[in-house]
């Protein structure tokens, strides 16, 4: 029987209950616009290095950046792990449509990146 002490049952508790409200968000979630992918890729750098927009570098390695993250996996060779810009836009709009276990934010659902935020930090990762 797993024990836990009263704070590892709370964290417990916690991410039981993150977790099920993702997989319950996942299955309302919205559909990405169609967008036109000619962003900005210095636009598109400065959001993903804001922290209080995109953020990337709390969780992913960006070769280059200061103070990456190592929660997720390391941007780079992006052309070859996604089929194209779209593909790449649609794991940045919600990554919970995919892994319904996702820590990354839906930035697109959840309106936390603009329209052309997206497509500008779409056209940045896609570069490396």
Same mark, same amino acid.
């Given at each position: 029987?797993?024990?836990?002490?009263?704070?590892?049952?709370? +964290?417990? &508790?916690?991410?039981?209950?993150? =977790?099920?409200?993702?997989?319950?968000?996942?299955a309302?979630? !919205? #559909?990405? %616009?169609?967008?036109?992918?000619?962003?900005?890729?210095?636009?598109?750098? +400065?959001? &993903?290095?804001?922290?209080?927009? =995109?953020?990337?570098?709390a969780?992913?390695?960006?070769?280059? !950046? #200061?103070? %990456?993250?190592?929660?997720?996996?390391?941007?780079?060779?992006?052309?070859?792990?996604?089929?194209?810009?779209?593909?790449?836009?649609?794991?940045?709009?919600?990554?919970?449509?995919?892994?319904? #276990?996702?820590?990354?934010?839906?930035?697109?659902?959840?309106?936390?990146?603009?329209?052309?935020?997206?497509?500008?930090?779409?056209?940045?990762?896609w570069?490396?």
């Amino acid at each position: 029987m797993l024990s836990l002490r009263p704070i590892q049952a709370s +964290a417990f &508790a916690l991410a039981l209950a993150l =977790g099920l409200s993702t997989l319950t968000l996942a299955a309302d979630a !919205a #559909e990405m %616009p169609e967008l036109e992918f000619n962003g900005n890729a210095e636009a598109g750098k +400065a959001i &993903a290095a804001d922290r209080g927009k =995109g953020n990337c570098l709390a969780c992913h390695l960006i070769i280059g !950046a #200061e103070s %990456p993250g190592a929660i997720g996996p390391a941007l780079v060779a992006m052309q070859t792990r996604y089929p194209s810009k779209e593909a790449l836009a649609r794991q940045i709009w919600d990554a919970t449509v995919k892994a319904p #276990e996702a820590a990354m934010p839906p930035f697109g659902r959840h309106e936390i990146l603009s329209n052309q935020e997206l497509v500008d930090v779409v056209e940045y990762v896609w570069s490396l």
